[in-house]
C-alpha cells in the first residue's frame, strides 16, 4: 500500500468541483485515509514549497523557459529575465500565493501505486495540455502563457505528490498522525 497527497486548489473550490474530484478517486479504489477543509498558513506553504529546493526551482524555471520556446516569446520582456533560478523563484511565489488566496481540501489516499494512479487521473500540469479524459483535461485550461502574463501561478485545480519520498515528505506538513485513518 502507498499514500499520497491531493491538495484540491482554491479553484477546484471556487468552481464546485470537490465532490466531482472526489468521486474519481474513490471509484478506481483510492481510499481517503484523511482529509480536511482549510486555509493554508504562510508557514505550511513555505514548508510545502521550500526554497532551498533548489533543483526543483530550476527544473520548473527551465520548463517555463520551454514553454516560452514554444510559444515562441521572450521570458525576458514578460519576466524580466531568462535565468532559469530566478524563474524557478518567481513561480515559487506564485505558487505559495496560489496555495494561500483561498480555501484548499487536503487529503492523503492509499492504494496501491496511489503516487503514479493519482497523477495520471490529474494529468499534465499544464491544464491546456492535459488529456481529455483527465481531471485538469476536463476541468481546467489555464495555460502557462495566461499564467505568467498576468504573474501568478498556473491554476490546475489540484497537487498531487509526484514521488513516493516527495508524498512521504509532504503528508506530515499537513496532517499529524492522528489524523491518518485506518479502516
Excluded at 478506481?28 to 521550500?50: D, Q, S, W
Amino acid at each position: 500500500m502507498e499514500r499520497t497527497l491531493v491538495i484540491l486548489k482554491p479553484d477546484t473550490i471556487e468552481k464546485g468541483l470537490i465532490g466531482e474530484i472526489v468521486t474519481r478517486f474513490e471509484k478506481v479504489g483510492l481510499k481517503i485515509v484523511a482529509v480536511k477543509l482549510l486555509t493554508a498558513h504562510k508557514e505550511l506553504v513555505e514548508r510545502h514549497y521550500p526554497a532551498d529546493r533548489e533543483e526543483l526551482w530550476v527544473g520548473i524555471g527551465n520548463k517555463t523557459l520551454d514553454n516560452y520556446r514554444d510559444l515562441d516569446m521572450n521570458p525576458k520582456d514578460s519576466l524580466g529575465t531568462n535565468d532559469p533560478k530566478e524563474i524557478g523563484k518567481m513561480v515559487r511565489v506564485w505558487l505559495m500565493d496560489y496555495l494561500m488566496k483561498g480555501p484548499v481540501l487536503a487529503m492523503v489516499l492509499e492504494a496501491p501505486h496511489a503516487v503514479e494512479l493519482v497523477r495520471k487521473m490529474a494529468g499534465h500540469t499544464l491544464p491546456l495540455i492535459a488529456a481529455p479524459g483527465t481531471i485538469r483535461g476536463d476541468y481546467a485550461y489555464d495555460s502557462s502563457y495566461l499564467a505568467n502574463s498576468n504573474k501568478r501561478a498556473i491554476e490546475n485545480l489540484l497537487h498531487a505528490s509526484g514521488t513516493k519520498e516527495e508524498a512521504e515528505y509532504e503528508i506530515p506538513l499537513w496532517f499529524t498522525a492522528k489524523e491518518i485513518h485506518k479502516y
